[in-house]
């Protein structure tokens, strides 16, 4: 459990783990070196074990002529609605695995649109990470040739840092927020490869300054590319979908140069 | 709260390499641009720790500032978490430091 935001990670983390025996002691009382004390040079990434399972993800992604994409945004950005319109429309197969904490709402909701669905609860978990997609994808078993949405936990700070395997990263942020978030939330909006800009039938009745969010978005990812859409009122939806169909595209070209390559 | 999760794999590849022999000294690496609270890492450390190898040891972080080298003149330039922009006007740059998250490396208490 944490003091920053209050939330705690109950999936893995065992309870006898944080209660094991031992009495509570101050860390900063222990400065005694003694000159022979073995040091062990370790320079390893933290994170590898879930870069590991993320690299195993793509593969696997490749192996089934999947497109994975992971969508990151704030809760209420508009995350589920402007996937099951996606859904309806975009004319390509497509299954979702669906991150929350709790419930089954949002899986039901893509269960209506017709597309494969499975949803992973985090619990008090705050993000997704690689061996938890691993096992969604073992149990969705997506058809090959179809784009996968992974839609992360609604949260700006905690699954920037963990890898899926994914294809490419999507953030998406409403104009109903504030338009220095890609300043106060820099870490995501330097790991995206999309920004999409949603809720934009909400323009005339807001503040927002459009062409100042993207300006901050660039500041901390130059090469960010950066679409405006509404999934409401519709507008903006064809780009996103020429995007989809765009990566789509790459994805059958590869299957199809791997396939000659294995003639 | 990711911290938790970044101090559960510290405190994993430590034990694994410390194999039952108390550490006195945990060493990591935090890059300023990697997302990650040190104050937090050092809240989870004090909870997870308890009943491992790690138990009476020190934990040590070294922050390391945010490095970028501009595409378009080739100058390096210090990048905050919020950005920045080389002198020359470019918003095009590569990132050298910053998102650094390692474990440097663990000192072991001396044996009697």
């Known amino acids: 459990m944490c003091t920053t935001c209050g939330c705690s990670d109950q999936s893995r983390l065992t309870v006898t783990r944080m209660h094991a025996p031992g009495a509570a002691h101050d860390h900063g009382q222990h400065h005694h070196h003694p000159r022979d004390a073995q040091t062990l040079r370790l320079e390893q990434d933290i994170l590898g074990k879930n870069d590991a399972i993320a690299a195993r993800n793509r593969d ?12 990151l945004s704030a809760p209420g950005s508009g995350k589920t609605s402007l996937l099951e319109r996606t859904l309806r429309e975009i004319e390509l197969p497509a299954a979702v695995i669906e991150g929350d904490q709790h419930s089954l709402n949002d899986a039901r909701r893509i269960r209506a649109t017709g597309a494969p669905v499975v949803q992973l609860n985090t619990g008090a978990g705050c993000h997704l990470e ?46 109903t927020e504030g338009e220095d978030k890609p300043l106060k939330y820099p870490h995501m909006f330097r790991a995206a490869n999309l920004l999409l800009i949603n809720k934009i039938d909400l323009l005339p009745y807001l503040d927002f300054d459009i062409e100042a969010c993207v300006a901050a978005a660039r500041q901390v990812n130059p090469q960010l590319s950066v679409l405006q859409l509404s999934a409401r009122s519709g507008e903006g939806l064809a780009a996103w979908y020429a995007w989809l169909r765009a990566q789509h595209a790459e994805l059958a070209k590869a299957v199809a140069s791997d396939q000659r390559g294995a003639a | 709260m990711h911290e938790l999760s970044v101090m559960r794999n510290v405190i994993d590849i430590a034990s694994e390499h410390a194999a039952g022999r108390p550490v006195q000294r945990l060493q990591l690496a935090v890059g300023r641009l990697s997302c990650v609270m040190p104050r937090a890492l050092h809240f989870c450390f004090d909870s997870l720790a308890r009943g491992t190898p790690l138990e009476q040891a020190e934990l040590q972080i070294s922050e390391i500032d945010g490095l970028a080298r501009c595409g378009a003149c080739g100058a390096e330039f210090a990048m905050p978490a919020g950005g920045a922009r080389c002198d020359c006007g470019s918003l095009d740059f590569q990132l050298l430091a910053g998102e650094e998250l390692k474990i440097v490396e663990l000192e072991f208490q001396e044996e009697n």
Do not use: T, W, Y
């Not at chain 1, 696997?60 to 969508?71: E, G, P």
């Not at chain 1, 690689?130 to 784009?147: F, I, K, N, T």
């Open chain 1, 60 to 71: 696997d992604f490749s192996a089934r002529q999947v497109l994975a994409l992971n969508l």
């Open chain 1, 130 to 175: 690689a061996d938890m997609l691993a096992h969604g994808v073992a149990e969705l078993q997506p058809a090959a040739g179809s784009l996968l949405f992974i839609e992360n936990v609604g949260n700006l700070v905690c699954p920037a840092l963990f890898d899926l395997g994914e294809a490419a990263k999507v953030v998406i942020l409403s104009v």
